[in-house]
T-cell receptor, first 113, second 110 residues
């Protein structure tokens, strides 16, 4: 069974530029999550989708971050414009349904210079 | 919001030793999951354990939800067990989202 796919694996941009990350969850998983992990810390939830609807985006900096899951399958997370403090690993995860076991992708390591 | 504290923060073991990692949480939860983040950054789900005890090979976990803690046992540790161990809880808020703990960094030396 294929796991959670993410791309790109690494991205380096300058501050004020834009960047987008892509995630394809495990087939059949209804719930998709985007987490941000800053070096030395645990992952922090940015946004949670159930099918193509947003369940929770209370910790998403909406002035610069946006995410969509239009067809209830794959998802895109965008940052525009990026700031230095956005340097982190962006992790996508999925679960069969709300409150079930979580599976993570390999993450995208973002460096903002 | 809920606080999730893990101990110890760092642990160094000789290969073959046993260890116990602890996760304390400040409020009632719907479920609890344990993860291992390997040195390459991949997070692997070890256990989904809202209560009771589960075992998977050399690893086992126990959650006592009424007392708000969970324990992860690693027996006969191997160098491949190195990395960071996170517990994550789903607070009883109705949103069913995971809040991660502070992590325990484990180094197993040969």
């Amino acid at each position: 069974e294929a796991g959670v796919a993410q791309s790109p694996r690494y991205k380096i941009i300058e501050k004020r530029q834009s960047v987008a990350f892509w995630c394809n969850p495990i087939s059949g998983h209804a719930t998709l999550y985007w987490y941000q992990q800053i070096l030395g810390q645990g992952p922090k939830l940015l946004i949670q989708f159930q099918n193509n609807g947003v369940v929770d985006d209370s910790q998403l900096p909406k002035d610069r971050f946006s995410a969509e899951r239009l067809k209830g399958v794959d998802s895109t997370l965008k940052i525009q414009p990026a700031k230095l403090e956005d340097s982190a690993v962006y992790l996508c995860a999925s679960s069969p349904d709300l409150g079930e076991k979580l599976f993570f992708g390999s993450g995208t390591q973002l460096s903002v210079l | 919001g809920i606080q999730v504290e893990q101990s110890p923060p760092d642990l160094i073991l000789q290969e073959g030793a046993n260890s116990t990692l602890r996760c304390n949480f400040s409020d009632s939860v719907n479920n609890l999951q344990w993860f291992h983040q390997n040195p390459w950054g991949q997070l692997i789900n070890l256990f989904y354990i809202p209560s009771g005890t589960k075992q998977n090979g050399r690893l086992s976990a126990t959650t006592v939800a009424t007392e708000r803690y969970s324990l992860l046992y690693i027996s006969s540790s191997q160098t491949t067990d190195s990395g960071v161990y996170f517990c994550a809880v789903d607070p009883n808020t109705g949103f069913q989202k995971l809040v991660f703990g502070t992590g325990t960094r484990l180094l197993v030396s040969p």
